[in-house]
């Protein structure tokens, strides 16, 4: 009894001691505020005041106090019962398990926002590119399945990460990697996936995930595939001693959570937290752990991860890596590979584009705001612009630079497949109600 009134009284405290909604906030356009679609708008705090001071503020006081009251459940106490339910996946599209064509407008292709500030407008351009893409995509597909490189004399080489990426974007898309329309010969991409997985994965976590999260798009059984229980090469990889699945790689890590967050398994709190401490000063990631300077590409798919991980748009840190991404942005709108320091000098490319938009509009930022054109061209136009006629995206368009098409083509739809909504205001964080909801 005295240990109930006790928290009773810290949580009285508390929720006296939260600012009451719509005021105290700070304007700051480079903070995302928290969308509609935000699992539990709840937990967010707002402006400038919550998202770029140390984490030791609400998210920690939260996470300590919900799970003193819930009884010390070992769940986050950021999981709702509707994300128990899914099963924990994470959906990127954010279309949940509906997955809408791109020809469908109500998937809210990353687009343009609308003059009214509403919703965004959907975009035929976008559409027929993504179109355009699975067409081409269907051509590079091999006999067996897999999507791969070729030889000079046109035979192919299957890849198993290529070929997994494949499947996770197809799926992504509303494709069945798994269907006849990706079945060329009797074997299907996700057939073919299940084939190369094995030598592939081995024991890394960071390739174990890369296949889970494609396998559990795809509606397949991370647990069991190719003879493997992907879960379980991810989770015997994991530090406790650093929260890492991977010593020293970064993008390691991050794909061995997408795995587990895709196969209904939630990392430890430390996984989390090794994430968030590898932000580095100027606002990115860096591609390993021990990087003193940020890459647009690991940035692009922290964002992602990010976005999903937490469930909520007002993460710490979200500013400060949108702004990094501004600086990094080029004189055509796109970015290029890590820059030593912005402005960027090197060329932009489709994938390095592509990881920052997914990255930005993941976590609530409009690629086609004023803050990201570069000479009257916004972040999604130059992506656009590395589209060819056959539906291909290159990897720079200079002669002799196109290769890697197909790279570079999945990396822009999982781009493409992004929607969003317009920003709503954050609500702060109200103590009581959070823990009524973990407790229900």
């Known amino acids: 009894m005295k240990r109930f009134s006790a928290l009773l009284a810290i949580l009285l405290l508390l929720s006296l001691a939260v600012v009451p909604a719509g005021r105290g906030a700070t304007a700051d356009e480079n903070i995302p505020r928290c969308s509609d679609r935000s699992p539990d708008r709840a937990r967010c705090g707002q402006g400038s005041s919550v998202a770029d001071r140390p984490q030791q503020t609400e998210r920690a006081i939260f996470r300590t106090v919900v799970h003193a009251a819930a009884g010390a459940s070992a769940r986050p106490p950021c999981v709702t019962a509707h994300e128990k339910q899914a099963g924990w996946i994470r959906g990127f599209s954010r279309f ?16 343009p926002r609308d003059q009214s500030g509403g919703r965004p407008v959907f975009g035929t351009d976008t559409a027929e590119a993504i179109q355009r893409a699975i067409a081409w995509l269907h051509a590079q597909q091999a006999a067996d399945g897999s999507f791969g490189f070729r030889r000079p004399d046109g035979s192919a080489i299957p890849s198993a990460s290529i070929t997994a990426d494949a499947v996770y974007v197809l799926a992504l898309l509303g494709e069945n990697p798994a269907g006849a329309a990706w079945t060329p010969a009797g074997r299907s991409a996700l057939d073919a996936l299940a084939t190369l997985a094995p030598t592939y994965v081995y024991n890394d976590a960071g390739q174990a995930g890369k296949v889970a999260r494609a ?13 493997l229980d992907l879960v379980g090469v991810i989770q015997a990889a994991y530090d406790g001693a650093t929260g890492r699945y991977h010593p020293a790689l970064l993008y390691r890590h991050t794909l061995a959570v997408e795995g587990l967050l895709a196969a209904g398994a939630p990392p430890p709190q430390a996984a989390l937290d090794a994430l968030l401490q590898a932000q580095l000063p100027d606002g990115g990631w860096f591609w390993s752990f021990d990087g003193d300077e940020s890459d647009v590409d690991s940035t692009g798919r922290v964002l992602q991860l990010l976005a999903g991980l937490l469930g909520w748009q007002c993460a710490p840190g979200y500013g400060r890596a949108a702004s990094y991404l501004a600086a990094a942005q080029t004189a055509t709108g796109g970015w290029g590979v890590y820059p030593p320091e912005p402005p960027n000098p090197n060329p932009a490319n489709a994938n390095s584009t592509a990881l920052a938009v997914a990255g930005l509009v993941a976590v609530g930022y409009d690629p086609a705001a004023p803050r990201f054109q570069k000479n009257g061209r916004g972040a999604l136009a130059s992506l656009l612009a590395f589209q060819e006629a056959s539906g291909a995206f290159v990897y720079i368009r200079q002669p002799g630079l196109e290769e890697n098409r197909l790279m570079a083509t999945i990396d822009a739809l999982n781009a493409l497949a992004q929607p969003m909504t317009a920003p709503s205001a954050c609500r702060p964080l109200y103590l009581p109600l959070l823990i009524a909801r973990q407790s229900s």
């Open 96 to 111: 949940g398990d509906q997955r809408q064509k791109p020809a469908d407008p109500e998937g809210g292709f990353a687009q």
């Open 215 to 227: 396998v559990a798009r795809a509606g397949g059984d991370p647990r069991a595939f190719g003879g």
